[in-house]
């Protein structure tokens, strides 16, 4: 494997196996009359290179499906496997990258020391683990805050530290759940604008949920969600559950 830069790329080898195949996946909570389905059964493919939005209402499903594309939750029905991400050596969770909707970070760290651990967990040496944690930083504008607790940063300086959190660990596919909903319009078009600048450098396959057209915008497919369910909102696009439909190495179905 070539030696990975100061966000942890390195160069990726294009297969052709898809990244994660979901198969008529639903998710359920609860049981009898209180059971309420999140997701209804679905399929979709992830490619190498994929660049994706969910769009969709709040309660539309889309925090629950990313969750299962993640491997954060389990499907009750059907099956979502990861082909092109499974490595005998490697857990999943190396190759995903998550950047969530709400506050992520711990709050007894520095922004520095929390963007630096997930990648000492890795085992990465101390010095390499800091080094791109600050590369990291330096690229959302976020350098002279590295020393700061993250009750002394603001919700959008948060929210862009979770991004180099996720960043700099140079993962394979990055998942953002509503990354710009707490950030101001600026803001929001230049943590978007970093995150797809280092998901290309990195050749990561990134997937976004978001309400905001503008946002969906910047990724070359939409999905779309309603009631739990993909869907295709006219005949000018291929929905997730009609005629395949491929685009910069993502596919859907």
């Not at 966000?7 to 297969?15: C, H, I, K, N």
């Not at 050749?203 to 946002?215: E, I, Q």
């Amino acid at each position: 494997m070539d030696a990975p830069d100061a966000l942890g790329s390195t160069a990726v080898r294009e297969t052709g196996t898809p990244l994660v195949r979901c198969e008529n996946a639903a998710r359920t909570y609860g049981s009898g009359p209180g059971a309420v389905v999140a997701v209804h059964g679905l399929s979709c493919v992830i490619s190498p290179g994929a660049r994706i939005a969910v769009v969709g209402p709040s309660g539309s499903g889309k925090s629950t499906l990313l969750h299962l594309i993640a491997g954060l939750d389990r499907p009750t029905a059907g099956r979502v496997s990861h082909p092109g991400l499974r490595d005998e050596s490697e857990s999943l969770a190396r190759h995903i990258g998550v950047v969530f909707q709400g506050p992520s970070l711990l709050p007894p760290l520095t922004a520095a020391e929390n963007v630096a651990l997930p990648l000492r967990i890795d085992g990465v040496p101390e010095d390499e683990a800091d080094v791109r944690a600050g590369a990291a930083l330096e690229s959302l504008g976020l350098e002279g805050l590295a020393g700061r607790l993250p009750d002394e940063l603001s919700a959008g300086q948060a929210q862009r530290v979770a991004v180099a959190r996720v960043l700099a660990r140079g993962p394979r596919l990055v998942l953002a759940d509503e990354p710009t909903g707490q950030l101001d319009r600026e803001t929001g078009r230049q943590v978007l604008s970093v995150l797809l600048g280092a998901a290309e450098e990195l050749g990561a396959a990134v997937l976004v949920t978001t309400h905001d057209p503008r946002v969906a915008r910047e990724l070359s497919v939409c999905w779309y969600m309603a009631d739990g369910r993909l869907i295709q909102p006219d005949s000018r696009t291929a929905g997730p559950t009609g005629p395949l439909r491929r685009h910069r190495g993502g596919e859907r179905r």
